[in-house]
């Protein structure tokens, strides 16, 4: 596969060591090139700052807890200290951070032993609490997130050595209720790291709502098992080190000249994005402005095309003491390919063969160089061409990433609305009684707009006990058409058109992507009378629905949606439904629909209030069925039943009273001429009706 034409060349499968600019601060630097986020090839840089320094911090945003298990199974490792020293050794590590811990214990139930804030009171709730009854983490969850969440974040270690008695709960609490709450807004809101010791622990359901997580774009979840819980302490205080122990705060990083005092300008940024590929927040330009440097931190440049050789990359942050640090990078970058050059442009091997018998005239030698400069020229003007396009297409993708246009489409667009509407031979999905109500009214066609988006679609979950909506489909279908919707709006502003007619709104699932959801959007442009508005308007409704709202004294503002993917699960008693001679309802399904069409109407509704409309017309409520299969942990039959997702989809246009609204109109009737079989609307020559 090629990509900015540099085909596989750039990309690493492995990372590999850098020199290490300042060995008293950094234990480790290493780098790898790879696609970021938005599909552009990067260089990712993971420090490791040293244990030994003086100075740390806590992340500002997070609180940390830890949940131990004392159930009956834990009784070995409370007799012999291995949980007083796990507990300690989170203690020694969170202090010298300048931070304490909650700490609960649960099993079928949860006892606080609150706040540690020295090692007399790890040792005091170790000997406080010993193990008894099973092994429920679920509302120690709840209750600790309650009880304990006193800034944005929470950072959770939760330490077991059996198998949970209510996996189930914990999957749904996991995926359904905490994964949404990590946006890019809040991106530390939650961090849970699940620490299994012993052959009891179930090894694959810790791996899988890991995996449950990740599948939904958060990294919010990380496992380990290990054979004893005396081999969990590295592990543990290597993922504090990702999220919650840090080196400084107000980190700024990306192009040493931009981030300020960090070297030589040398013109345009080579770095024209940057990721944290561990909160998956992105900034494009040439710096990103991190704010909590963790010890164990991996941030990916986006880097130009046109690069140099060796890419320079500053961090710049605030330590414990408020005292500045900056450190400088150095990632040795690919080389750029120029184009292949043919043996024609090139003059092949022979031109390049001087026989010891050929004698050339000055003439010929004249020929020969003037030859050869021109080659040059063509070749330099190849390189040239070469690096534009790479630059595009780089523009192209970082456009599209920030849910824009590509640059050929912006130029095609402008050339359009330059010109007159008059003298553009114009493209249109109305009819023709459509067009010339459109111009009757003032209005002309600028040509078909459109838009669209294919969304990779996360690992969904749903549940074993009931009925619940499939957060990850909703979003998808939802964040899919907002972009594919914004392309259109951007493609009507650029053709300067006042707004959209007829959209029409298509969704596909691919059977050969699965994982893919496919929005596609597509009207027709109109011009009307004035400047274009800042904000162009846009709706679904045909031409003469159009007409029949601005003579009412309406006007279109935008087109707002809604999508909700209901899980519907197939009980015992929907198989006995099935099998029944009498007529009766299958509620669960009739309150699933129900449940979707309020989630999917929710979503139209906020839409229309935040374009302050005054109502939503056109409404089309679409609905279908798709089969699925449930798996997990464990033995269920739900795994051998089959189950549905109900996908209900709502469009509209969202449109307000105009300010110059008239207070009557003359009614009319449609007239059915039985010469040519056109419809014609007729003005009535009777008193106005009165609009209330």
């Given at each position: 596969?090629?990509l900015?034409?540099l085909?596989n060349?750039?990309y690493?499968?492995?990372?590999?060591?850098l020199?290490?600019?300042?060995?008293d601060?950094?234990?480790?630097?290493?780098?790898q090139?790879?696609?970021s986020l938005?599909?552009?090839?990067?260089?990712q840089?993971?420090?490791?700052f040293?244990?030994?320094i003086?100075?740390?911090?806590?992340?500002?945003d997070?609180t940390?807890?830890?949940?131990l298990?004392?159930?009956?199974?834990?009784?070995?490792?409370?007799?012999?200290?291995?949980?007083y020293?796990?507990?300690?050794?989170?203690h020694?590590?969170a202090?010298?951070?300048?931070?304490?811990?909650?700490l609960v214990?649960?099993?079928?139930?949860?006892?606080?032993?609150?706040?540690?804030?020295t090692?007399?009171n790890?040792r005091a709730?170790v000997?406080?609490n010993?193990?008894?009854?099973?092994?429920?983490?679920?509302?120690a969850?709840?209750?600790?997130?309650k009880t304990?969440?006193k800034?944005?974040?929470?950072?959770?270690?939760?330490?077991?050595?059996?198998?949970?008695?209510d996996?189930?709960?914990?999957?749904?609490?996991?995926t359904q209720?905490?994964?949404?709450?990590v946006?890019p807004?809040n991106?530390?809101?939650?961090?849970?790291?699940?620490v299994?010791?012993g052959?009891?622990?179930?090894h694959?359901?810790l791996?899988?709502?890991?995996?449950?997580?990740?599948?939904?774009?958060?990294?919010?979840?990380?496992?380990?098992?290990?054979?004893?819980?005396?081999?969990?302490?590295?592990s543990?205080?290597?993922e504090?080190d990702?999220a919650?122990?840090?080196?400084g705060?107000h980190?700024?990083a990306?192009?040493?000249?931009?981030?300020?005092?960090?070297?030589?300008?040398?013109g345009?940024s080579?770095?024209s994005g940057?990721?944290?590929?561990?909160?998956r927040?992105t900034w494009?330009?040439?710096?990103?402005?991190?704010?909590f440097l963790?010890?164990?931190s991996?941030l990916?440049?986006?880097?130009?095309?046109?690069?140099p050789a060796t890419?320079?990359?500053?961090?710049?942050?605030?330590?414990?003491?408020?005292?500045f640090?900056?450190?400088?990078?150095?990632?040795p970058?690919?080389?750029?390919?120029a184009p292949a050059?043919?043996?024609?442009?090139?003059?092949?091997i022979?031109?390049?063969?001087?026989l010891?018998?050929?004698?050339h005239?000055p003439?010929?030698?004249?020929?020969?160089?003037?030859?050869k400069?021109?080659?040059?020229?063509?070749?330099?003007?190849a390189?040239q061409v070469?690096?534009?396009?790479?630059?595009r297409?780089?523009?192209?993708?970082?456009?599209?990433?920030q849910?824009?246009?590509?640059?050929q489409a912006?130029?095609?667009?402008k050339?359009?609305?330059q010109?007159?509407?008059?003298?553009?031979?114009?493209?249109?999905?109305?009819?023709p009684?459509e067009?010339a109500?459109?111009?009757?009214?003032g209005?002309?066609?600028?040509?078909?707009?459109g838009?669209?988006?294919?969304?990779h679609?996360?690992?969904?979950?749903?549940?074993?006990?009931?009925?619940c909506?499939?957060n990850?489909?909703?979003e998808a279908?939802?964040?899919a058409?907002?972009l594919?919707?914004?392309r259109?709006?951007?493609e009507l502003?650029?053709i300067?058109g006042?707004?959209?007619?007829?959209v029409r709104?298509l969704l596909v699932?691919?059977?050969?992507?699965?994982?893919?959801v496919?929005?596609?959007v597509?009207?027709?442009?109109?011009?009307?009378?004035g400047?274009?508005?800042?904000?162009?308007?846009?709706?679904?409704?045909?031409?003469?629905?159009w007409?029949?709202l601005?003579?009412?004294?309406?006007?279109?503002?935008?087109?707002?949606?809604?999508h909700?993917?209901?899980?519907?699960?197939?009980?015992?008693?929907?198989?006995?439904?099935?099998?029944?001679?009498?007529?009766?309802?299958?509620?669960?399904?009739?309150?699933?629909l129900?449940?979707?069409?309020h989630?999917?109407m929710?979503?139209?509704?906020?839409q229309?209030r935040?374009?302050h409309?005054?109502?939503?017309?056109?409404?089309?409520?679409?609905?279908?069925l798709?089969?699925?299969?449930?798996s997990?942990?464990?033995e269920?039959?739900?795994?051998?039943r089959?189950?549905?997702?109900?996908?209900?989809?709502?469009?509209?246009?969202?449109?307000?009273?105009?300010?110059?609204?008239p207070?009557a109109?003359?009614?009319?009737?449609?007239?059915?001429?039985?010469?040519?079989?056109?419809?014609?609307?007729v003005?009535l020559?009777v008193q106005?009706?009165?609009?209330e």
């Amino acid at each position: 596969m090629r990509l900015f034409g540099l085909g596989n060349g750039p990309y690493m499968s492995n990372s590999r060591g850098l020199p290490n600019p300042q060995p008293d601060l950094l234990a480790a630097v290493q780098y790898q090139i790879v696609p970021s986020l938005h599909g552009l090839p990067s260089a990712q840089i993971s420090l490791r700052f040293r244990r030994d320094i003086t100075g740390s911090v806590s992340n500002p945003d997070m609180t940390l807890a830890v949940l131990l298990d004392r159930s009956g199974s834990m009784r070995p490792a409370f007799n012999e200290g291995h949980v007083y020293n796990v507990a300690a050794a989170i203690h020694n590590y969170a202090v010298i951070a300048g931070a304490g811990y909650d700490l609960v214990f649960y099993d079928d139930q949860v006892s606080d032993a609150g706040h540690m804030r020295t090692i007399d009171n790890v040792r005091a709730a170790v000997n406080a609490n010993p193990p008894r009854g099973g092994t429920y983490v679920t509302n120690a969850l709840r209750h600790v997130i309650k009880t304990y969440r006193k800034r944005a974040g929470m950072y959770l270690i939760i330490i077991t050595d059996g198998e949970f008695s209510d996996k189930n709960d914990v999957l749904q609490l996991v995926t359904q209720e905490l994964a949404p709450q990590v946006k890019p807004e809040n991106p530390y809101a939650f961090r849970i790291h699940f620490v299994g010791a012993g052959e009891g622990v179930d090894h694959e359901f810790l791996k899988q709502i890991e995996a449950a997580a990740s599948g939904q774009g958060v990294q919010l979840v990380t496992q380990h098992h290990h054979a004893h819980l005396s081999h969990s302490h590295a592990s543990i205080l290597d993922e504090m080190d990702k999220a919650f122990i840090g080196v400084g705060n107000h980190t700024r990083a990306g192009d040493p000249a931009l981030v300020g005092g960090g070297g030589p300008s040398t013109g345009e940024s080579s770095v024209s994005g940057v990721v944290d590929t561990v909160t998956r927040r992105t900034w494009t330009g040439g710096t990103g402005e991190i704010g909590f440097l963790p010890r164990m931190s991996t941030l990916a440049f986006e880097y130009s095309p046109t690069h140099p050789a060796t890419l320079p990359i500053a961090y710049r942050y605030d330590d414990f003491d408020r005292q500045f640090h900056q450190l400088i990078v150095s990632v040795p970058m690919p080389k750029q390919q120029a184009p292949a050059a043919s043996a024609q442009a090139t003059g092949g091997i022979l031109s390049r063969i001087h026989l010891p018998w050929s004698h050339h005239t000055p003439e010929e030698d004249a020929a020969r160089a003037e030859e050869k400069r021109r080659k040059e020229e063509v070749a330099a003007l190849a390189i040239q061409v070469h690096q534009a396009e790479l630059v595009r297409q780089a523009n192209d993708m970082r456009a599209l990433a920030q849910g824009g246009i590509p640059q050929q489409a912006i130029e095609r667009l402008k050339e359009i609305g330059q010109s007159d509407a008059d003298e553009v031979i114009f493209t249109s999905n109305l009819s023709p009684e459509e067009l010339a109500l459109l111009r009757r009214e003032g209005y002309r066609v600028r040509g078909i707009v459109g838009g669209s988006a294919v969304y990779h679609v996360g690992q969904a979950y749903a549940s074993t006990q009931g009925d619940c909506e499939v957060n990850v489909l909703s979003e998808a279908y939802n964040e899919a058409c907002r972009l594919a919707v914004g392309r259109m709006r951007e493609e009507l502003r650029r053709i300067r058109g006042h707004g959209v007619v007829g959209v029409r709104l298509l969704l596909v699932r691919h059977e050969w992507a699965d994982k893919t959801v496919e929005v596609q959007v597509m009207g027709t442009a109109v011009e009307g009378p004035g400047a274009p508005p800042s904000d162009p308007w846009m709706c679904d409704l045909s031409g003469q629905e159009w007409w029949a709202l601005h003579r009412a004294g309406y006007e279109p503002v935008r087109l707002v949606w809604g999508h909700c993917t209901w899980f519907l699960l197939t009980t015992q008693q929907d198989e006995w439904n099935e099998r029944s001679f009498q007529n009766v309802e299958i509620a669960h399904w009739s309150a699933g629909l129900s449940s979707a069409r309020h989630h999917a109407m929710k979503h139209v509704q906020t839409q229309a209030r935040e374009a302050h409309a005054t109502g939503v017309c056109g409404v089309r409520i679409e609905r279908k069925l798709d089969e699925v299969h449930l798996s997990g942990p464990g033995e269920d039959p739900a795994y051998e039943r089959e189950h549905h997702n109900l996908v209900l989809s709502i469009i509209g246009t969202a449109i307000r009273v105009r300010p110059n609204a008239p207070t009557a109109v003359v009614p009319t009737l449609n007239i059915l001429s039985l010469r040519d079989g056109r419809i014609t609307p007729v003005a009535l020559g009777v008193q106005d009706a009165d609009i209330e």
